[in-house]
C-alpha cells in the first residue's frame, strides 16, 4: 500500500469545515483512503495541534490529537535521528525557499520512507518535486 504524507494545512482544512478546501481535502480521505496509508510526522501533529488549540481551544485539540494517534487511516511518524539531520540540512540548503523547518521535515521523511506523494495545500511541496494531493 502507497504512503503519502499528510501536511499540517491538509490536516487544518478537514477539522475547520468552514475552510474553503475542507470538502476537497475530506473527498480524497474518502475516495482514496482504502487505497494508501496517510502518513503523519510529530513535527505536523505538533504544528496542527498547535493551531487547533489557538482557533477551536483545547479540547477540540486534545480530541482530535487522540484520535488521529491511533486512527487507521493514519500511521503516526515519530523523526528519527537521521531525519532530524536530513531537516536540518535541508533547511540550510533551501534557505531561499520560504519553506518552514515543518516543511523542511516532512520533505526528510518523505526522502528517507521514498514517499513521493503529500497531501497538502501547501504549494512549497510543489516546489519540493513531489505529487500533490488533492
Known amino acids: 500500500m502507497r504512503l503519502i504524507l499528510v501536511d499540517t494545512s491538509a490536516l487544518c482544512a478537514l477539522i475547520d469545515k468552514g475552510e474553503q478546501r475542507h470538502h476537497a481535502v475530506a473527498k480524497f480521505i474518502q475516495e482514496h483512503g482504502s487505497e494508501c496509508t496517510l502518513l503523519v510526522s510529530d513535527y505536523v ?37 537521521e531525519d532530524e539531520a536530513a531537516t536540518w540540512a535541508i533547511f540550510e ?16 521523511v518523505m526522502q528517507h520512507l521514498q514517499i513521493t506523494e503529500v497531501l497538502s495545500l ?9 505529487q500533490v494531493w488533492p
Open 45 to 81: 501533529l505538533d504544528e496542527t495541534l498547535t493551531w487547533v488549540k489557538g482557533r477551536f481551544g483545547s479540547r477540540r485539540a486534545i480530541e482530535f490529537g487522540r484520535k488521529l494517534r491511533v486512527s487507521d487511516f493514519c500511521h503516526y511518524h515519530v523523526l528519527a535521528l
Open 122 to 130: 501547501d504549494a512549497h511541496f510543489r516546489q519540493m518535486g513531489v
Open 93 to 108: 540548503k533551501y534557505h531561499d525557499k520560504a519553506w518552514t523547518y515543518t516543511d523542511c521535515s516532512c520533505l526528510a
